[in-house]
C-alpha cells in the first residue's frame, strides 16, 4: 500500500533535484570523467544525473567505497 | 544519546579528520551487518573496527517484528518513482532508528526524503555529518 506524498513536498523535491543535479554538473571534472572506461563512465554521468551513489557503484562494478573515491576524483560533490 | 550508522555517512566520516568527535557526542552506536558489509575500504573498516574494539559501536539484533516493519516500509516507500531508490541497508536503518529511538546518520537523499513525508518516520531525528557537526557548535 502507498503512503500519500503531498504536492507541495513533490514540487519541493523536483526544484531539488534540478538545482543538485545543476550543482553536481557544474563541479565535476568532464575531462577525467570523458577519459574513463565505458562502465565508469556510465556509472559517475548516472550519479552526476541522479545522485545515487549504490546504484552507480553497481554500474561500475565497484564496491560504494570504491566508488566513492572514484567520485571524488572526479570532483563530484555529494549534495543533499 | 544512541545513533545508528548508515554505509554513506561511515564512508564520508572515516575520512575527517576530527572522527573522533563521534564517540564524543554518542555513547552507544548501532550498525546492522548489511551495513557493515557495504564498507569495504580499509580506511572505513578500520575506523570501525576501532569503534568495536572500543564498545561503543554494537551489531543490531535484527528481530522478526523488525522484518514484517522493513517489509510494510519497503513495500510503501519502494514502488513511487518519485522518491530516490532505496536499498535494504537503507530500509533497514530507517527500522533500526524507529525502534530505538535513535538519531540516524545517513547521506542518504532517500533516507532524508522518507522522513520527510512518511507518517510512521516523520519525527525521526536524521543528521547528515554537516547537521551533526552543526548540532554540536562546530
Known sequence: MEVEIPSRLLEKWAREDEEFRRIRRRCADWDFINKQPPHIKAALIYFIERGDRYVAAQIAGLSLDEFNELRKQAKIPVVI | ?138
Open chain 2, 1 to 138: 544519546m544512541i545513533a545508528v550508522l548508515d554505509a554513506c555517512f561511515i564512508i564520508d566520516w572515516s575520512s575527517y579528520r576530527n572522527k573522533h568527535l563521534l564517540e564524543e557526542f554518542f555513547k552507544t552506536m548501532y550498525i546492522h551487518e548489511e551495513v557493515l558489509r557495504q564498507v569495504r575500504s580499509p580506511v572505513a573498516i578500520e575506523y570501525l573496527g576501532r569503534l568495536f574494539t572500543s564498545g561503543v559501536l554494537r551489531l543490531y539484533p535484527w528481530s522478526n517484528t523488525e522484518e514484517k516493519e522493513f517489509n510494510k516500509l519497503r513495500d510503501e516507500v519502494t514502488r513511487d518513482p518519485r522518491i530516490p531508490s532505496l536499498e535494504r541497508p537503507d530500509i533497514i536503518c530507517l527500522v533500526m532508528a524507529k525502534t530505538l529511538d535513535s538519531v540516524l546518520l545517513s547521506e542518504n537523499l532517500g533516507i532524508h526524503r522518507v522522513v520527510q513525508f512518511h507518517p510512521r518516520y516523520r519525527g525521526l531525528r536524521l543528521w547528515t555529518s554537516l547537521e551533526l557537526l552543526e548540532k554540536h557548535g562546530l
